[in-house]
């Protein structure tokens, strides 16, 4: 036994008593006399017992546990959001499970499997970027497990159990176009992910419609479809390098890609930003330690975890005498200027 964790059948068997004896003496039952209850807690002590709070609450009909899935744990905003997404639940006297997609569609599901076996009671998701089919979420909504997604969200899985919260990644674009219009740049490229993840079509359509607004070029040229990595911005720089006419700004729609494109620029010698202003997307914790530091528009990671855990117990509840669940949750972005952006004095530096 001491290799193993002591049950109630150990103690049940060891007293010669029955296990629902044991238990109804370990929750001080009125029916189970005060000699039973000292043997017993005598046992445990000694056996070191420790309920199985699962189990309990499982024959309560509540696991008090939530799934949480993320395409990885590595960079700020992730584990930012895990923070929040942990913190709040355990306000809440909920537990969490995470697991890892790794970006892979198959790993995905399998998780949601591992999920649904552990009877949590609802799960909170970033869609990997490999996901291009979604079964696996419709037999979620289709078993009424509360589902809410967050940042990575999935258009057309709506329903009664599923939610999500998402910053407003159209707005953070056209603030980054604004912000490089007002310091002078007239041609500006972007660096995109796969335009069916929700965050790379939005920031893309964000960045084309600033650039509409302002009467700037929209050129196909310019928009640079790449991994969103240090090696997929290195490479993006270097194609937007061979063109006949460079950009004179990037728009990055993550960070790390970003300071891909400094590197370039810098062994290029192409000052930052005099001749290329730089921005970035997710503030990631380097963009202030790089030289120079990049601007770049802020998540509000912890939130977008607190709130995602309070809008999934909200319809774990489903309490129909409260108000109605707002189902879908936008989150504001907040441009924040750095060095590698700003030619001249801005006002809206945050």
Do not use: W
């Amino acid at each position: 036994m001491a290799n193993r964790r002591a049950s109630i059948t150990d103690l049940a068997k060891q007293l010669n008593l029955s296990p629902s004896t044991i238990s109804r003496a370990l929750a001080d039952h009125e029916d189970v006399s005060e000699a039973t209850k000292a043997r017993v807690r005598d046992l445990a002590a000694a056996l070191n017992y420790q309920p199985n709070q699962l189990a309990a609450g499982l024959r309560r009909g509540r696991s008090k546990m939530l799934g949480v899935l993320v395409p990885h744990i590595i960079g700020n905003f992730f584990p930012q959001v895990v923070h929040g997404i942990a913190t709040e639940a355990n306000l809440s006297g909920f537990n969490v499970m995470i697991f890892q997609s790794n970006e892979d569609e198959v790993q995905e599901r399998k998780n949601i499997e591992l999920l649904l076996n552990a009877q949590v009671e609802g799960i909170l998701v970033s869609v990997s970027k490999s996901t291009k089919s979604f079964g696996h979420f419709e037999t979620l909504r289709n078993n009424t497990v509360p589902l809410v997604f967050f940042d990575r969200s999935i258009e057309g899985i709506e329903g009664k159990s599923v939610g999500a919260v998402v910053l407003d990644d159209y707005q953070g674009a056209y603030e980054v176009v604004e912000h490089l219009v007002a310091q002078g740049c007239t041609r500006i490229a972007h660096f995109t992910g796969g335009l069916h993840l929700n965050i790379h079509r939005n920031r893309h359509r964000g960045y084309l419609d600033a650039l509409r607004a302002h009467g700037l070029p929209t050129d196909e040229e310019l928009t640079v479809l790449c991994e969103m990595s240090l090696e997929g911005g290195i490479q993006g720089m270097q194609k937007l390098l061979a063109l006949p006419q460079p950009p004179d700004a990037v728009f990055s729609s993550i960070d790390v890609a970003a300071v891909g494109a400094l590197q370039v620029l810098k062994h290029a010698h192409i000052r930052v930003p005099q001749d290329v202003a730089l921005v970035g997307f997710s503030n990631e914790q380097f963009t202030s330690f790089t030289d120079p530091s990049i601007t770049s528009v802020d998540q509000h990671c912890e939130l977008m975890g607190r709130t995602a855990v309070r809008l999934l117990l909200e319809l774990i509840a489903d309490d129909p005498e409260q108000p109605p669940v707002q189902h879908n949750i936008v989150l504001k972005p907040k441009l924040l200027v750095r060095e590698s952006s700003l030619r001249q004095p801005d006002n809206s530096a945050s």
